[in-house]
């Protein structure tokens, strides 16, 4: 009811893979029955915007400045993941086994080129990775741009999702493999290991030179605190907004991350931001329907080496809160980079740096600063 078409296809597409309770396989005593190779194709899925014809469905994804509001486009990029993350954990015979697949993380979602709202665009993705219990989804939008004599396309904004495969009693379960056809495939499943090695050797390296952070142009007058560029919003999640596990849809929370991330850039350039990419999203914890969700947001550095195009770096942290417990457990992290438009720079507009005021600021802005891809 509160989706829009496109997300209704997609829901509708995942379940008839999911909730076609005669065709669902439980898992097997064997943790490898069942389990086979698929290769990409098998689960590529494409959906189609028609903005160009459909008044409505434009309307609804029109910002206040009549370009795209991306805060929507990442709803419907997390839906059209994980249906593709079930089509391939399905069997070969098109039923699916009895697993839960959620979203872990979010990775390089970069905006190439601005996205028109007034002309058809396609979000396309396949799975590009397997682990033995997780698996990558790369996705593509693709814009049509009408010319006087053909229509070309081209990848406006691409995304890497991370999805991993649960039983009922939240153990990791093994998943179908991937055999990559040609060398456009393999290419990708290359990247994509090397980046899941990357995750792995950051979590394991030791973060040093504190203090020399802290100390970096203390008396610079163009310096700001990160305490002082904090906003924060709560809501309490209804069950409108479950997916079919009955949880809360991960999409839904990256969009509420992201319009109190871009309140947070507004708010500290003075100046309407643009978006450039999702850095990182963490999943650390199901949000369920009831739940009091408290979100902080601050600016967690600037990049200003660049004067024709400084980077505002936004952090989300979203909390799962009990009032009447005074307790909360972190459920995302949320990483953002926007900039200013080049009007407002020509216009005197200057980006301030933002400086970490404890050591605890300090070490955030040293486990964040590498997941940033400017």
């Given at each position: 009811?509160?989706?829009?078409?496109?997300?209704?296809?997609?829901?509708?597409?995942?379940?008839?893979?999911?909730?076609?309770?005669?065709?669902?396989?439980?898992?097997?005593?064997?943790?490898?029955?069942?389990?086979?190779?698929?290769?990409?194709?098998?689960?590529?899925?494409?959906?189609?915007?028609?903005?160009?014809?459909?008044?409505?469905?434009?309307?609804?994804?029109?910002?206040p400045?009549?370009?795209?509001?991306?805060?929507?486009?990442?709803?419907?990029?997390?839906?059209?993941?994980?249906?593709?993350?079930?089509?391939?954990?399905?069997?070969?015979?098109?039923?699916?086994?009895?697993?839960?697949l959620?979203?872990?993380?979010?990775?390089?979602?970069?905006?190439?080129?601005?996205?028109?709202?007034?002309?058809?665009?396609?979000?396309?993705?396949?799975?590009?990775?397997?682990?033995?219990?997780?698996?990558?989804?790369?996705?593509?939008?693709?814009?049509?741009t009408?010319?006087?004599?053909?229509?070309?396309?081209?990848?406006?904004?691409?995304?890497?999702?991370?999805?991993?495969?649960?039983?009922?009693?939240?153990k990791?379960?093994?998943?179908?493999?991937?055999?990559?056809?040609?060398?456009?495939?393999?290419?990708?499943?290359?990247?994509?290991?090397?980046?899941?090695?990357?995750?792995?050797?950051?979590?394991?390296?030791?973060?040093?030179?504190?203090?020399?952070?802290?100390?970096?142009?203390?008396?610079?007058?163009?310096?700001?605190?990160?305490?002082?560029?904090?906003?924060?919003?709560?809501?309490?999640?209804?069950?409108?907004?479950?997916?079919?596990?009955?949880?809360?849809?991960?999409?839904?929370?990256?969009?509420?991350?992201?319009?109190?991330?871009?309140?947070?850039?507004?708010?500290?350039?003075?100046?309407?931001?643009?978006?450039?990419?999702?850095?990182?999203?963490?999943?650390?914890?199901?949000?369920?329907?009831?739940?009091?969700?408290?979100?902080?947001?601050?600016?967690?550095?600037?990049?200003?080496?660049?004067?024709?195009?400084?980077?505002?770096?936004?952090?989300?942290?979203?909390?799962?809160t009990?009032?009447?417990?005074?307790?909360?457990?972190?459920?995302?992290?949320?990483?953002?980079?926007?900039?200013?438009?080049s009007?407002?720079?020509?216009?005197?507009?200057?980006?301030r740096?933002?400086?970490?005021?404890t050591?605890?600021e300090?070490r955030?802005?040293?486990?964040?600063?590498?997941?940033?891809?400017?």
């Open positions: 009811m509160n989706h829009s078409p496109v997300k209704n296809a997609l829901w509708e597409a995942r379940s008839s893979i999911f909730w076609n309770y005669s065709s669902i396989v439980p898992l097997a005593s064997s943790i490898n029955d069942h389990l086979i190779a698929k290769t990409p194709s098998r689960s590529r899925t494409s959906v189609v915007y028609r903005f160009s014809s459909d008044y409505e469905l434009r309307e609804r994804y029109r910002n400045i009549n370009e795209i509001r991306i805060e929507k486009l990442l709803e419907d990029l997390d839906a059209l993941a994980g249906t593709i993350s079930y089509k391939h954990c399905s069997c070969d015979d098109g039923k699916a086994r009895s697993l839960i959620v979203t872990a993380s979010v990775d390089n979602m970069i905006l190439k080129k601005p996205i028109c709202i007034d002309n058809d665009i396609t979000i396309e993705g396949a799975v590009t990775w397997v682990g033995c219990s997780s698996l990558e989804i790369q996705l593509e939008v693709k814009q049509s009408p010319e006087p004599t053909n229509s070309t396309e081209s990848v406006s904004l691409t995304a890497n999702f991370t999805f991993v495969a649960k039983d009922k009693t939240g990791l379960v093994k998943i179908n493999q991937i055999l990559p056809e040609n060398e456009k495939e393999k290419h990708l499943w290359e990247e994509a290991e090397e980046r899941n090695k990357m995750r792995k050797k950051k979590k394991e390296e030791k973060k040093d030179n504190l203090n020399e952070l802290m100390l970096a142009n203390k008396d610079n007058n163009n310096n700001i605190l990160i305490k002082e560029t904090c906003l924060q919003n709560s809501l309490v999640c209804q069950p409108e907004k479950n997916n079919i596990h009955g949880q809360i849809f991960g999409g839904y929370l990256m969009r509420k991350a992201y319009e109190l991330a871009y309140a947070t850039a507004y708010s500290f350039a003075r100046s309407p931001p643009c978006f450039v990419e999702v850095d990182h999203v963490d999943f650390l914890k199901p949000v369920d329907a009831g739940d009091f969700l408290h979100l902080k947001s601050c600016v967690i550095c600037t990049q200003v080496e660049n004067s024709s195009r400084p980077l505002i770096n936004v952090e989300v942290v979203s909390h799962v009990q009032p009447q417990d005074l307790s909360s457990e972190i459920s995302n992290n949320f990483y953002f980079t926007f900039t200013v438009p009007d407002s720079l020509r216009n005197g507009l200057k980006i740096n933002v400086v970490p005021g050591e605890e300090a955030r802005v040293m486990d964040v600063r590498d997941t940033f891809h400017p």
